[in-house]
Structure formats: C-alpha cells, structure tokens
C-alpha cells in the first residue's frame, strides 16, 4: 500500500495546487482563467471556487492518508477524493457552452497527440489514481 499512498498524495497535490499554480499564478494560463479581463465576475467566482475545492480535497486526502491510520476505507476515500477534481474536470463539457480552451487562445494552447492538455492532464491524473487503487485491491 506504500507506493499507492504515495500515488494518490502526488495526484491530490496536483490536483490541489495545479489549479491554483495553472489558474491564478502563471501568468500564460492565469491570463485566460482568474485574471482574463473578459471573464465576467460571476466566471471568476467559480475559477475560484473551482481552485478551493481542488485545494480542500486535497488537504483531506493528504490528511487521511497520512494524519490517521490508514485503513483501506480512508485510502479508497482519499482516492475518491483526489480523483474528484479530475473526473469533474472531464465531466464539465458536458455542459452547453463549455470549451476546453476560450476561443483566444485555442491557437496557443498545446494539444499533445491532439487532446486538449487540461484533458490530457486529467486522463493521466485518472489513471494513476485507478492503477493505485488496482495496487491495494486486487
């Protein structure tokens, strides 16, 4: 279970601290999130909502897996818990009127193998997620 708990703590970090790095500090990425002057305030409201559950969640899950006795319901909460952000990540186009990327800047955001990076991010942080848990259960 050692190295799976190590793979949930690395995708709950990223998934905490990605989002406020990616969406609020660097400026290429924080320019076309939190301080796009286009974005209307109620947008903000949610980028920044967005990046304080990412953070929660992974305060949580780093705490289960590493405050407490872990057991395999505190790992398999924290998996969830990591993965959460992730999974709402790929659900969200879903929506109508979502895109991966503003219209501004679909020229200048990478698309590795064709695939949206956020989405490329989010498949790779799902999938070390799903084989971590794979580790402890089977």
Not at 81 to 91: I, P
Not at 102 to 114: L, M, Q, S, T, Y
Not at 117 to 134: D, F, G, N, R
Request: aromatic share 12%.
């Amino acid at each position: 279970m050692f190295i799976a708990k190590w793979m949930i703590a690395f995708v709950a970090i990223y998934g905490g601290l990605g989002g406020l790095i990616f969406d609020a500090v660097i400026p290429s990425t924080a320019c076309q999130h939190i301080r796009n002057p286009k974005w209307p305030p109620h947008a903000k409201f949610h980028n920044g909502q967005t990046m304080l559950l990412g953070f929660c969640n992974a305060a949580i899950a780093i705490a289960l897996l590493f405050a407490l006795p872990l057991s395999l319901g505190s790992f398999l909460l924290a998996a969830a818990l990591a993965e959460a952000y992730f999974l709402c990540m790929l659900m969200a186009p879903v929506f109508p009127g979502t895109a991966w990327s503003d219209p501004e800047f679909v020229a200048i955001n990478p698309k590795p193998f064709g695939i949206p990076v956020q989405k490329l991010l989010s498949l790779l942080a799902s999938a070390v997620v799903l084989i971590a848990v794979l580790i402890v259960i089977v």
